[in-house]
């Protein structure tokens, strides 16, 4: 067998434990993903079907290892001469037991990048016990971004208000930048917002909003974006819509409203407090 296989094939892992939640999933792969490179195979057994197989596919060869073949290969990554560094996931579940988890993942010997790589594991429900039934693994090449997309962009922004980052903030802003707040005296600019929010930033006290959910459209031309998202706030949910353009071949937020929900059958209540 190739070295180049046994680098492949050796894949990230997940607990079996907290099922019932995404964030616990992706918490307990990235947990088992650090000791998945100390070469722990009695510990990695544990989380497979006895008759679990393991496959790399490569352009040039291809082949599978049995469960006990596989654990062989442990122990030659106890000296962290090797590690794996996990870039992204994608993880489904369904409600027969049935999960699918994608794990992408960056290889380093001796601290240099090797390669880069993807595994597919597939979780199955045998005798009550949801384990791994199998793995196909392979090279995996990341597309090459000339740009930072809209979808990522609005994401960080996002991020850097979660982290009281003040000049990344406001960079993604273009300077004709508007702000509409949920009261109602809130329209800002990009300068006058910038001195509302100074003081809370240099406390490190911003705001962490989490996205539930966006939908994006765009100019026939494809130098202007907008969208509509759902926020997870510390006011419940809210909703926010917004403009990006682009400025010398870059996105920058031209216009954001963040709006507060009330249900139609609370109308009358609101209004009524509002006149207070």
Not at 106 to 123: M, N, P, Q, R, T
Not at 177 to 194: C, H, N, Q, S, Y
């Amino acid at each position: 067998m190739k070295l180049k296989g046994i680098w492949l094939i050796w894949i990230g892992l997940l607990s079996s434990a907290a099922w019932s939640q995404i964030d616990s999933l992706e918490l307990n792969t990235r947990h088992f993903y650090a000791a998945l490179n100390k070469g722990d195979s009695l510990g990695i057994a544990t989380y497979f079907h006895h008759s679990a197989t393991i496959s790399h596919v490569g352009q040039e060869d291809a082949f599978t290892l049995s469960l006990s073949d596989f654990l062989g290969v442990a122990p030659k990554f106890k000296s962290d001469f090797f590690s794996e560094e996990i870039t992204r996931m994608e993880l489904k579940k369904y409600a027969s037991g049935l999960c699918y988890v994608d794990v992408y993942f960056d290889f380093y010997i001796e601290g240099s990048y090797a390669h880069s790589g993807v595994d597919h594991l597939c979780y199955t429900t045998i005798k009550g016990e949801l384990k791994i039934a199998s793995v196909y693994s392979s090279e995996f090449e990341e597309p090459k971004l000339t740009e930072i997309s809209p979808d990522s962009l609005m994401n960080q922004w996002h991020l850097a208000a979660a982290n009281a980052n003040f000049n990344q903030y406001f960079g993604f802003m273009n300077q004709d930048f508007i702000f509409l707040g949920t009261d109602p005296g809130e329209r800002w600019t990009k300068v006058e917002f910038a001195g509302f929010c100074k003081p809370y930033f240099d406390k490190g006290k911003a705001w962490d909003f989490k996205t539930n959910w966006r939908n994006w459209y765009y100019s026939a031309d494809g130098q202007t974006a907008w969208f509509e998202e759902s926020l997870d706030t510390w006011m419940e949910e809210c909703r926010g819509s917004g403009v990006l353009i682009k400025v010398n071949g870059e996105w920058k937020i031209a216009h954001y409203n963040l709006t507060v929900l009330i249900e139609n059958e609370k109308m009358d209540g609101f209004i009524e407090l509002r006149q207070k």
